[in-house]
């Protein structure tokens, strides 16, 4: 039985903690948060469970073996490489850090102390979009030609990171899923309008290699909460929407072909055949992605596995991320994302 100690009660820790009490093959042996109203708040919940507003108990106790981190992205890389360094396996909300040598000292950390680091990059466990996945087969979706989603909604509005840091590592996690690498190259677009520097809503433009395109808008200034992803390829044509209460996938078969005319390539004489067929919805059995992600996270750690999302993952995350960001701050010049080198763990 892993014994589990949860960081964080603000806004999504209490789905964590919920997940990991419910769990049968781990233990919810502490709940840690700085502030004491919150922990108390949540705590109730839990009789029995032992309450913390100091991260060094979780650390120093000799009764949990893992830690999930829900505090907020600039603590990720000290509270993450803290837990790692104490001999806790970690599970850390997105994103992993927030700068890409950050992320690879916390990989180099996980290794060298033998431990399971996976972060919370909820839709790689999500049934809906796994069903996207498979559906986006090339013998089923033809050519992959591009995908864009849209994450917008009228709040939660951040005041310590901007939309893109909050929001968009969900789109980067899907479309690095989706499309099975990293892209080449990003441009990034974004604007300020509720407080100095922090961007509430940002378009961002994916280069992948083979010329696919990705597409995502993140906003939290926005007027109807939309959660959708769409899907295009040469045969068919996918949309996810999170928020649909049946149909949250539909398979639409439908595409454009270019054919010859008959009368030769070589004058340039083409036609577009269009096809328009039936629209399918794949029976999806819903499991809450999240109980699927901490249950995930805890047979990495009995089973000695590596994470569908890894710190390595993390890392590819954030790449985009900083390239996205770099990118805004030039006005939307397209940047190259990094591919970065492991570098020696240097956490204290
Ligand atoms: N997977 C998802 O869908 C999803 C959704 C929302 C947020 N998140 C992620 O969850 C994380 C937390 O976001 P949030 O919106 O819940 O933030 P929040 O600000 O609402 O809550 C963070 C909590 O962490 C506590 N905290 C901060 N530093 C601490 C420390 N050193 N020791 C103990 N407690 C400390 C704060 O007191 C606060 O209660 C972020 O990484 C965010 O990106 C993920």
Known sequence: MVRVGVVGCGYWGPNLIRNIYQLDCCDLAMICDADPQRLARVGKLYPGV???????????????DAVVIATPARTHHAMTGQALAAGKHVLVEKPLAVTSPQCQDLISLAKQQGLVLMVGHTFLYNPALLMVKELSQPEYLGDL???YSHRVNLGRVQTDVNALWSIAPHDISIALFLVGQAPEKVSAQGAYYLSNQIEDVVFITLTFPGGVMGHIHVSWIDPSKTRKVTVVGSEKMIIYDDLADEGMVKVYDKGVKRVSNGEGPQYGEFQYRLHSGDVHLPRIRMTEPLANECRHFIECILENKTPTSDGENGLQVVQVLEAAQRSIELQGMPMPVASGQLQPHTVA
């Open 50 to 64: 032992t309450l913390t507003t100091s991260f060094q108990d979780v650390l120093d106790s000799g009764a949990v």
């Open 145 to 147: 030609f591009y995908l």
